[in-house]
């Protein structure tokens, strides 16, 4: 089942959204656009009718998540008033319990059966520790069962998983995080200059799906982000 993620532009690149169950990787440095990407995804699916949850994990307060999306027509204060539309924060004392604490809060959180799901900013987690044990991280393979404990949670009970990675460059390519998801997005700035008009988006996989491959220009408009395209430029 094909689930857009209601960004203008980027489900054509996408060949028509993202398959539903699966979990998508937003990365990129700060001020690229992950949030309001993901924000303009979330308030556009639960207008449609989604159950959708945006979970924050020692980022921006959900006051200053509201402010950054009433800047947008996507923004909708009716939503905030139902159920179905839930800002969450990962508790920091479930967070330095370590990693079954965070498995079983998520799993309390699938029982609510939410149809799309945003955790910003997931790398977070590369540096929780063993909920039973003292004074280390996780070792690379405990981080690597970990995560994939994490998707394979979401993916079985039929949910779109959205995350946002701090992450740029070459950091992507050698993230867990970019090797575990099924999608993994990148948004940047062209020749490292920080100005709207020198955005762009790159899609650097899709599991066993086609999309458009390149740097494809990335604007924001007051609907929400806007992606330009290509077609021609198809990849696999």
Do not use: W
């Not at 947008?72 to 539309?85: P, V």
């Not at 979401?154 to 970019?178: C, K, P, Q, R, V």
């Not at 090797?179 to 599991?207: M, T, W």
Request: proline letters at 3%; charged letters at 25%.
């Amino acid at each position: 089942m094909l689930s857009p993620t209601y960004i203008n532009g980027l489900d054509s690149i996408l060949y028509g959204g993202l398959v539903r169950p699966s979990s998508m990787l937003v990365a990129g440095a700060t001020g690229s656009g992950r949030t309001i990407l993901c924000l303009n995804s979330l308030f556009a699916a639960a207008k449609a009718g989604e159950k959708c949850f945006y979970i924050t994990i020692l980022s921006e307060t959900h006051d200053k998540l509201l402010q950054i999306a009433s800047n947008y027509s996507f923004f909708d204060t009716e939503l905030l008033k139902n159920d179905n539309f839930k800002l969450l924060e990962l508790d920091k004392e479930i967070i330095t319990k370590g990693d079954y604490a965070i498995l079983k809060y998520f799993h309390s959180l699938i029982q609510e059966k939410p149809d799309r799901v945003i955790i910003d900013p997931v790398t977070l987690f590369q540096y929780i520790s063993p909920s039973f044990e003292d004074d280390r991280e996780l070792s690379p393979l405990e981080k690597r069962i970990f995560f994939t404990n994490l998707l394979r949670a979401f993916e079985a009970s039929n949910i779109l998983l959205i995350m946002t990675a701090d992450l740029a460059g070459d950091e992507i390519d050698t993230s867990i995080f970019s090797y575990l998801s099924d999608v993994v997005l990148e948004l940047g700035y062209r020749d490292q200059k920080s100005d709207e008009a020198n955005r762009y988006i790159s899609i650097i996989k899709s599991r066993g799906r086609n999309y458009v491959g390149g740097k494809h220009d990335l604007k924001l408009s007051t609907c929400g982000l806007v992606v330009s395209y290509n077609l021609p430029a198809q990849k696999m």
